[in-house]
């Protein structure tokens, strides 16, 4: 447990655009990358999580890396969920953009934002972005390579970067410090011993636990059907996106809380009620070269992870470098009510009488197992993927080394090679990884979210 308590006491005890955005022509929708650590990675203000796409010159940017610039990781990922509605719901980005950007106004109204509104975008910030050096930073916004950073490139960042931080749009719902505990965001700047303008430390300011480098956008389904056809529910989507500018296993790692807030349409009813309601992250994990990958999970630390088949791998090797490995933890499950003795995490602290769920179940998509098709035909593989059964099955999987059912694949020790390991039953290729975690209700109005990690 040590490595999943170490996560839930940071989240503990640590409680920061119209710029570096890559936009998609005539979409509306913006990109933003993860730049203060080991990864580079790309978020979207539509949902999708490390997304890969292409930037304005029409070159490919991976979704992420890891080490940052060198081969590929992950191609995407996204929050996925499910419920019995009735009717039966299912969303998430699945590769494409499938839920809008912008925010739902008010409850039962099925009117949200629209998504090519100036001020409805993505945000980042990062605390230091008035004295650090942002030659890094920059060479991964705009796409130029390090050595060829210009001042005036870092100079167009940081006031691309000013510029977030005054408009960070805590009404909408995004973290921010209220250092004069007003309830309203009002940053100031102050000028240092080196007549270089600096935020004030004396006045709010944006961020969240702490951290270096903050990415923050809203989202929801009001845009139209899901890929599985079921219709929009009104659900609204906050996404937080943080990491740290340090050494250590924290500079392998990006803090990603998805806040789901049921807001409804006009033909929802009061006290609606989604029950048997299942989310996850969903990844599609290309580790270097992609027909040579391999799964595995630990159900004590809560972990799915993909690694390498091979000591080496074509595409790492060109960077003189053994392929790593990369895994996502949820590390704050939804809260469910339970006794007065327990208490669970939400926003940072803690609500007495509930508890967090645990992750219920890691699966893995291959060869062997099929894939997770879109349309109604295909409701019913995410529902099964997020509970933690075959895409096609609503048998259990059978652990080959136990003969018993099993939510945890691949739970095995693929150093030691011991208990149920990938590519033993299953050829290498690539993996689509699936942690997830229910269930739970959700009544219009309702709030939840979840912390997940992505580790390298």
């Known amino acids: 447990m040590g490595k999943k308590i170490f996560l839930i006491l940071l989240l503990c005890i640590c409680c920061g655009i119209l710029f570096s955005q890559q936009t998609v022509p005539n979409s509306g929708i913006f990109w933003a990358p993860m730049t203060v650590n080991n990864f580079s990675a790309w978020y979207s203000s539509d949902g999708r999580l490390e997304g890969t796409h292409s930037n304005a010159a029409g070159n490919a940017l991976w979704g992420a890396t890891f080490p940052r610039n060198t081969a590929s990781t992950i191609y995407t990922s996204?929050?996925?969920?499910s419920a019995d509605s009735p009717p039966p719901i299912a969303n998430g980005a699945y590769y494409t953009n499938t839920l809008q950007q912008g925010a739902i106004f008010g409850q039962q109204t099925?009117?949200?934002?629209?998504?090519?509104?100036?001020?409805?975008?993505?945000?980042?910030?990062?605390?230091?972005?008035?004295?650090?050096?942002?030659?890094?930073?920059?060479?991964?916004?705009?796409?130029?390579?390090?050595?060829?950073?210009?001042?005036?490139?870092?100079?167009?960042?940081?006031?691309?970067?000013?510029?977030?931080w005054i408009e960070w749009p805590a009404l909408k719902g995004a973290?921010?410090?209220d250092v004069n505990n007003n309830g309203i965001y009002d940053p100031k700047f102050t000028v240092n011993q080196f007549n270089v303008e600096i935020p004030d430390t004396n006045s709010d300011s944006p961020g969240v636990a702490n951290?270096?480098?903050?990415?923050?956008?809203?989202?929801?389904?009001?845009g139209g059907d899901?890929?599985?056809?079921?219709?929009?529910?009104?659900?609204?989507?906050?996404?937080t996106i943080w990491a740290y500018a340090t050494n250590g296993a924290l500079a392998n790692t990006i803090f990603r809380r998805g806040r789901m807030?049921?807001?409804?349409?006009?033909?929802?009813?009061?006290?609606?009620?989604?029950?048997?309601?299942?989310?996850?992250?969903?990844?599609?994990?290309?580790?270097?070269?992609?027909?040579?990958?391999?799964?595995?999970?630990?159900?004590?630390?809560g972990l799915g992870y993909v690694y390498n088949s091979k000591t080496l791998d074509n595409e790492y090797s060109k960077f003189n470098l053994v392929p790593p490995s990369v895994g996502f933890d949820i590390v704050q499950g939804p809260k469910v009510k339970s006794t007065s003795l327990d208490s669970a995490l939400f926003n940072f602290s803690f609500r007495k009488g509930y508890k967090n769920l645990p992750v219920t179940s890691i699966t893995y998509i291959g060869q062997a197992?099929?894939?997770?098709?879109?349309?109604?035909?295909?409701?019913?593989?995410?529902t099964n993927a997020l509970q933690g059964l075959?895409?096609?099955?609503?048998s259990p999987q059978i652990d080959p080394i136990t003969s018993k059912p099993s939510k945890f694949w691949a739970s095995g020790d693929p150093l030691l090679k011991t208990g149920w390991i990938d590519g033993v039953y299953e050829n290498p290729g690539s993996r689509e990884l699936v942690v997830s975690t229910g269930p739970f209700t959700m009544t219009l109005g309702d709030t939840q979210e979840i912390v997940t990690a992505l580790i390298g």
């Open 78 to 81: 996204a929050f996925m969920y």
């Open 110 to 164: 099925g009117i949200a934002e629209n998504k090519l509104a100036n001020g409805v975008r993505i945000w980042r910030i990062r605390k230091d972005f008035m004295t650090a050096d942002l030659r890094r930073d920059a060479s991964v916004t705009y796409g130029i390579a390090e050595n060829n950073v210009s001042i005036m490139d870092m100079q167009r960042l940081r006031t691309e970067y000013k510029k977030d």
């Open 175 to 177: 973290p921010f410090y």
């Open 211 to 222: 951290a270096d480098q903050v990415i923050w956008y809203v989202c929801n389904d009001l």
């Open 226 to 239: 899901s890929p599985w056809d079921t219709p929009s529910i009104g659900m609204e989507m906050q996404v």
């Open 261 to 301: 807030i049921y807001k409804g349409t006009t033909s929802t009813p009061a006290l609606h009620t989604l029950t048997n309601m299942y989310i996850g992250i969903w990844s599609d994990i290309d580790l270097g070269q992609t027909n040579d990958n391999l799964a595995g999970s630990d159900p004590e630390l």
């Open 369 to 382: 197992n099929g894939t997770i098709f879109t349309g109604s035909t295909g409701i019913s593989h995410l």
């Open 390 to 394: 075959p895409t096609r099955s609503s």
